[in-house]
């Protein structure tokens, strides 16, 4: 079976899909996908956990004094150690800025297949695809508080 079909199998009577009862069943199911796709090294976990905890703690204290986030976690930094670069200094380098639009971009996308069905988000989406296109009055590049040319 795969993932999505294990999971789907431990969908509970009220349509359900229970994060807790999802670990118990791949923790007694060793030869499952789910298993393999589980981290069972609890010193590992633990480590991973704590990782996340602090990403969190990042987003969530340090912002703004109007409490907007100050910082930023660039997908190329991941793939050396991570880290969080001042938005700032993000959006004054051309080359980092355009990096950051891509992430968003991409991290819309996962957004809009989530959200597809809600056809009130439409105009939304639309957008999306005028910015992804460059096609919005020479605003790609520019701070958003910047003027257009």
Known sequence: MTVAQEL?????????????SVVEWARENPDS???KRLEWD??????????WQVRHLIAVNVVSDEGK???????????????????DQVMSN??????????????????QRKYQYLRELAQIFEAADQVEGGRVSGRIGKRIDEPVE
């Open 8 to 20: 789907l199998a431990l969908t509970d009577e009220s349509g359900f899909i229970k994060p807790h």
């Open 33 to 35: 996908e789910l298993h």
């Open 42 to 51: 609890d010193g590992l976990a633990a480590e991973e956990w704590r990782l």
């Open 69 to 87: 986030r100050v910082t930023i976690s660039l997908v190329q930094d991941r793939h050396s150690d991570g880290g969080y670069r001042c938005i």
């Open 94 to 111: 051309a080359e980092l800025r355009a990096l950051a639009l891509s992430q968003a971009l991409a991290e819309f996308r996962v957004w």
